[in-house]
Antibody, heavy 119, light 106 residues
C-alpha cells in the first residue's frame, strides 16, 4: 500500500525556520517526481515545489523561491521541505504528493502537516 | 505560471442532479489537466487526468472533457458522497490549481 506521512509542522514565529518531512512507503520512491502542495485555512490548493526522482532537478513557486528548499533522501525514502524566513502568509497545511506514473496528476497524498506562522 | 479559473465557486444541488463544473486556463494546456475531489479535513483525491481519463476506482458517473483552455467536470447523478470541493489542476507547466468549486446540498 502506498503511504505518505508528513511530519515537522508546528507553530513558528515570523522569520523563523522549519523543516517538514514526508516518509514514503509501498512504492519505489526513487523513480517518482514528488511535490509539496499547501492549503491555507479555508482556502484552495497551492503548488509549492517539486523534485525529480534522482533529486537532480527542483522547481519552486514564485511565492517561496529563495526561502523554501525541497530535497529528498532516496536511501531513506524521505522527502523534505526546508522553510526559512517564514511569513504569516505561509500558514497552511502542507501536503506531500506523488506523481502518477507518466506524470499525469498526483495519485498519492499524505494527510498533511499544519504550519502556523504567528507571533 | 498558468492561472486556472473555476466556475462556479459554489454549486447547490440535490441528490440525483447532473452537475457541471468549468475550468479555464489562461493559455493552452492541451489536455494536461486533472480533477480532484477534497472533503473537509482530508487530502485531495485524484478523479480524472489527461482531461478525460478516469482514475482507477473512480465511479463512472464522473467524467471530464475539454482541451486547450476550456474543460469541464460532470457528475451524472449526484450521490450523497459527492458533496465536496472539486479542484482542477494544470500540469503542462509546473503545476497550478483552480480556486475550487464547493458542491453543497440544495
Amino acid at each position: 500500500e502506498v503511504q505518505l506521512v508528513e511530519s515537522g509542522g508546528g507553530l513558528v514565529q515570523p522569520g523563523g525556520s522549519l523543516r517538514l518531512s514526508c516518509a514514503a512507503s509501498g512504492f519505489t520512491f526513487s523513480i517518482y517526481w514528488m511535490h509539496w502542495v499547501r492549503q491555507a485555512p479555508g482556502k484552495g490548493l497551492v503548488w509549492v515545489s517539486r523534485i525529480i526522482g534522482d533529486g537532480s532537478s527542483t522547481t519552486s513557486a514564485d511565492a517561496v523561491r529563495g526561502r523554501f528548499t525541497i530535497s529528498r533522501d532516496n536511501a531513506k525514502n524521505m522527502l523534505y521541505l526546508q522553510m526559512n524566513s517564514l511569513r504569516v502568509e505561509d500558514t497552511a497545511v502542507y501536503y506531500c504528493a506523488r506523481d502518477r506514473d507518466g506524470g499525469d496528476g498526483y495519485n498519492a497524498w499524505g494527510q498533511g502537516t499544519l504550519v502556523t506562522v504567528s507571533s | 505560471d498558468i492561472p486556472m479559473t473555476q466556475s462556479p465557486s459554489t454549486l447547490s444541488a440535490s441528490v440525483g442532479d447532473r452537475v457541471t463544473i468549468t475550468c479555464r486556463a489562461s493559455q493552452s494546456i492541451s489536455i494536461l489537466l486533472a480533477w480532484y475531489q477534497q472533503k473537509r479535513g482530508k487530502p485531495p483525491k485524484l478523479l480524472i487526468y489527461k482531461a478525460s481519463t478516469l482514475e482507477s476506482g473512480v465511479p463512472s458517473r464522473f467524467s471530464g472533457s475539454g482541451s486547450g483552455t476550456e474543460f469541464t467536470l460532470t457528475i451524472a447523478g449526484l450521490q450523497p458522497d459527492d458533496f465536496a470541493t472539486y479542484y482542477c489542476q494544470q500540469y503542462k507547466t509546473y503545476s497550478s490549481f483552480g480556486q475550487g468549486t464547493k458542491v453543497e446540498i440544495k
